[in-house]
């Protein structure tokens, strides 16, 4: 059985089955088109970006360590975006990304250890993949609420990170929700 979340756009239901990404029609579940993913599993679901004036909409992705772009009519790598259609992540998320405006957001699957890598949530642009910000997930000296983690509990910190699936934008205020998991070890309250 498949955990994976099929999104329907523009008259296509687009759905990830682990060994590639589908695009059906609907109404018969007819397979307009199929791209093979290698390098990593694409399970939990994909994300769409309707493009702008001069990129076509896009698919988007994760293998776990990296976003793929495909166009979204044909299915074919859009080697416009990243690196010949592809990012990499410093850190595995195996999630697609939550796509706002020209913003693709996505979070970190971290291991639930004491040390370990960081669970920031990162940002990149949707066009051409450029990384456009980083939010510390555990505020680093000068960050607000850095003081918070006493005897330098901050340094080399894992967990808290957003993992699941989506995040949530307010499109009023501009304004990005991400469900944040606690530091590791888990209910540690130094």
Do not use: C
Not at 93 to 122: C, F, R, S
Request: cysteine-free; overall charge negative; aromatic content about 12%.
């Amino acid at each position: 059985a498949s955990s994976a979340t099929p999104i329907v756009v523009d008259g296509l239901l687009y759905y990830p089955t682990g060994t590639a990404i589908l695009a059906l029609e609907p109404e018969t579940g007819k397979e307009v088109w199929r791209h093979p993913v290698s390098g990593g599993a694409a399970r939990r679901a994909v994300s769409y970006w309707p493009g702008d004036k001069g990129h076509k909409p896009r698919i988007f992705f994760s293998t776990g360590k990296a976003i793929w772009a495909l166009d979204a009519k044909t299915g074919q790598v859009d080697a416009s975006f990243g690196t010949q259609g592809s990012i990499a992540l410093a850190v595995p998320y195996g999630y697609p990304p939550t796509v706002y405006k020209n913003v693709l957001v996505v979070g970190a699957q971290t291991q639930e250890m004491i040390k370990g890598e960081p669970g920031d949530t990162n940002a990149f642009d949707a066009v051409t993949g450029k990384h456009l910000w980083t939010f510390h997930t555990v505020p680093r000296p000068g960050e607000v609420g850095h003081e918070t983690w006493l005897d330098d509990g901050w340094k080399e910190r894992s967990g808290n990170n957003v993992w699941i699936w989506y995040m949530t934008v307010d499109e009023e205020t501009d304004t990005l929700y991400m469900p944040v998991g606690g530091p590791s070890p888990n209910y540690d309250g130094s």
